[in-house]
């Protein structure tokens, strides 16, 4: 007796289903390998940009560093009393100053930083000054002792090591 049903040969069937998934996944790696490799080259990239920030930073004359910032502060202090009702930009002002300073003295670019990235790196002072310019810089309504604030960061720049 003959058998009923009949085996086929195995390369009957269409191969163009197989090639293009075989050419799609191939073409995937491909696409993932290139991305991982512009991901390390960028990276490495960034790593020496900040490995030459570093190394580029000198530190500067604290004493006359200093006396410059005491000297723009004090100028802060004379622009709110001719204008009291400018709090929010005397301490936009007075934010962007010791910032600056910071930044001067250190070489951290804490002018670009969020007041969680400076809680972040250890500057407890600056970071405490920073908050407390925070609520009058970016209420509705602007209230603070811009006397006390101003005391305070002459204090921080004087101090500052």
């Given at each position: 007796?003959?058998?009923?049903v009949?085996?086929q040969?195995?390369m009957n ?8 998934v075989?050419g ?8 993932i ?14 790593h020496?940009k ?5 190394i ?12 410059d ?8 202090e ?7 009702s400018?709090i ?25 930083y ?5 809680k ?9 000054l920073?908050?407390?310019?925070y ?7 602007s209230?603070g002792?811009v ?7 002459k ?7």
């Amino acid at each position: 007796m003959e058998p009923s049903v009949k085996l086929q040969k195995m390369m009957n069937y269409s191969q163009w289903p197989i090639l293009l998934v075989g050419g799609l996944l191939l073409a995937l790696t491909i696409l993932i390998v290139v991305l991982l490799i512009r991901r390390m080259i960028s990276l490495q990239k960034a790593h020496r940009k900040a490995t030459m920030k570093e190394i580029l930073w000198v530190k500067p004359d604290m004493a006359s560093l200093k006396r410059d910032y005491i000297a723009r502060l004090e100028k802060i202090e004379r622009d709110y009393y001719q204008n009291p009702s400018d709090i929010r930009g005397t301490y936009e002002r007075m934010s962007t100053l010791i910032r600056k300073f910071a930044y001067r003295a250190t070489g951290v670019e804490v002018q670009n930083y969020s007041l969680f990235e400076i809680k972040a790196t250890h500057m407890k002072g600056l970071a405490m000054l920073i908050e407390e310019f925070y609520k009058p810089e970016f209420d509705k309504i602007s209230q603070g002792d811009v006397k006390v604030s101003i005391a305070k960061t002459k204090r921080m720049i004087t101090e500052w090591n």
